[in-house]
């Protein structure tokens, strides 16, 4: 798991980390231990949780975190999650790696490859199906409006929206947001879902399109389209 770490972390954009010891509880990453040799077992993992007040407060947590990975066996994933609900981070997205170790450092490289990307924070309520409902992902909230790449036959490819709920769709990060769309025609606002990766802007921040120039079609929509392409296409 360590070498899965320090071959997918860049220096000065490792995560913040917070170390699981069986034999000294929670520790940080520069902290210095003598060898030792005890492993995490089921009695462990029960004797720590006796403790738990006394482990968590031996190292500095991370303030500001966005979300939490849970890297390792299922015993220490155990004392992790108890450790996760006390130091009052149960809000945050909480993730778990799971199956073989080869599985679980697959996971952790993709968790890591993933750092910098903007993630859901904030968590505000949920669906009656349980699913958490977030205020923010990365510089955008709800409430915002925003211009996104729309994708799928037919649509333009730059839309107008504002952001109504945030949630983790199938597909990632997803808004249910009003859409500035076009339906039978005619310009209409449509309350649909939205993937938040395709954000560019916020609506106010738009750069402003040029006019059409002489040899174009004349059809002003055409001119915004391209300008939009030109400037917002990933």
Not at 20 to 46: C, E, I, Q
Not at 62 to 83: C, D, E, H, I, K
Request: charge should be positive.
């Amino acid at each position: 798991m360590y070498q899965t770490y320090r071959a997918h972390t860049r220096c000065g954009a490792a995560p913040a980390m917070v170390i699981l010891s069986a034999k000294h509880g929670f520790v940080a990453p520069d902290d210095t231990l003598d060898p030792y040799d005890l492993r995490m077992t089921n009695a462990r993992a029960d004797e720590l949780l006796a403790r738990l007040d006394q482990s968590v407060t031996q190292v500095a947590w991370p303030r500001r975190a966005s979300r939490v990975l849970l890297a390792g066996g299922q015993t220490y994933r155990r004392v992790m999650r108890a450790a996760i609900g006390l130091v009052g981070a149960p809000h945050l997205p909480i993730e778990e790696v799971c199956g073989g170790i080869g599985y679980q450092r697959s996971q952790l490289a993709n968790f890591l490859a993933e750092q910098g990307r903007p993630a859901l924070a904030d968590q505000i309520g949920s669906h009656p199906n349980g699913q958490p409902l977030y205020r923010r992902y990365g510089v955008y909230a709800v409430g915002d409006s925003v211009l996104f790449n729309d994708r799928g036959p037919g649509r333009l490819a730059l839309k107008r929206a504002v952001l109504r709920e945030m949630f983790n769709g199938p597909a990632g990060p997803t808004a249910c947001a009003d859409v500035d769309d076009t339906v039978a025609g005619r310009a209409r606002v449509v309350s649909r879902w939205i993937t938040l990766a395709g954000i560019r802007c916020r609506a106010e921040e738009a750069p402003v399109a040029p006019p059409p120039t002489a040899g174009s079609n004349g059809r002003i929509e055409d001119a915004v389209r391209l300008a939009g392409r030109a400037t917002f296409s990933i």
